[in-house]
């Protein structure tokens, strides 16, 4: 492509942009709004997944025991637990350890347990951690069928719980992106439509002369793009204020959150938006010009 060409694309595109500047304005802001909620959306699916990886790689089995098993008994069951298949480290925590880890929790509430005076209902049991998540329920069903041992508890209901949260994010997620992005499309092409209609005098005479359809269309699919490109750099900018200013409060109330950390992270996000952008503006250009090019 010529030098003079691309000059003469440059120039179109800043002189339609000019003349339609309420309705290239809306459309950026439109690109914006709807880059900025996809981002939102697909930072928060993003740290869900890790948040439920990371619960996965830390998953540990609950042994409890019988209130007939003695130390001398519980000492046999630790071995056998030891021995089978995926088991890192195996501790045993004693009854009165638990009542007070309870207490802990409880926190101003632990005054509930005064009705039970002395008594204390919770077992003794092991916790066992495991080398892949993905030995823990085989690892879990082993262990309850040893002699001595009530039940083992992972937390597979909250685990079952954070990916259905997981799924359903992306599934509401991707479909209002989709709304988002048609209706992205819908403003951009009417932006450019309207320069398409009052320059439909002129497409016709450049298509007489002999002007190819894509020497006609590249401005308005630049205009576009342009469109697309300074929505998505507001978006971007929004995006990562945003993200850094969530991350330090996470981090100021919840320490040990795995929140993704921002860098790559927000680079990749930029340039997921941007390039977003950039093609939802060239695709609503390309639509709205397409009927005009059959002369």
């Not at 790689?57 to 030891?82: C, G, T």
């Not at 925590?93 to 207490?103: I, Q, S």
């Amino acid at each position: 492509m010529k030098v003079r060409t691309i000059e003469y694309y440059i120039r179109e595109v800043f002189i339609s942009l000019r003349r339609n500047n309420w309705m290239s304005v809306a459309s950026i802001g439109t690109v914006a709004v709807s880059l900025f909620i996809f981002g939102m959306f697909l930072m928060m699916v993003m740290n869900m997944n890790k948040l439920a990886e990371n619960m996965e790689s830390q998953v540990q089995i609950n042994v409890y025991l019988l209130d007939k098993v003695d130390r001398e008994q519980a000492r046999d069951i630790e071995k056998d637990l030891k021995e089978i298949e995926g088991v890192e480290s195996v501790g045993f925590v004693t009854k009165d350890e638990a009542m007070e880890r309870f207490k802990d929790r409880l926190g101003d509430q632990k005054t509930l347990l005064d009705a039970l005076d002395e008594t204390n209902p919770l077992p003794d049991s092991f916790e066992v951690t495991v080398t892949n998540p993905d030995l823990v329920k085989t690892a879990a069903e082993k262990m309850e069928k040893l002699d001595g041992v009530e039940c083992a508890k992972y937390g597979q209901d909250v685990m079952e719980h954070l990916f259905e949260i997981t799924r359903l994010l992306r599934i509401f997620g991707f479909t209002l992106m989709l709304v988002l992005a048609f209706a992205t499309l819908f403003i951009i092409s009417n932006t450019i439509r309207l320069t398409v209609f009052a320059r439909r005098k002129e497409i016709a005479i450049m298509k007489y002369v002999g002007a190819t359809d894509w020497f006609i269309r590249w401005p308005f699919v630049m205009e576009g793009m342009v469109l697309g490109l300074f929505g998505s750099i507001i978006a971007a900018m929004v995006l990562r204020t945003a993200y850094t200013a969530m991350a330090e409060k996470v981090y100021d109330t919840l320490a040990f959150f795995p929140l993704i950390p921002e860098q790559p992270f927000l680079t990749y996000i930029t340039i997921v938006v941007v390039i977003s952008g950039m093609v939802v503006g060239a695709i609503g250009s390309a639509v709205s010009i397409k009927k005009f090019l059959k002369v």
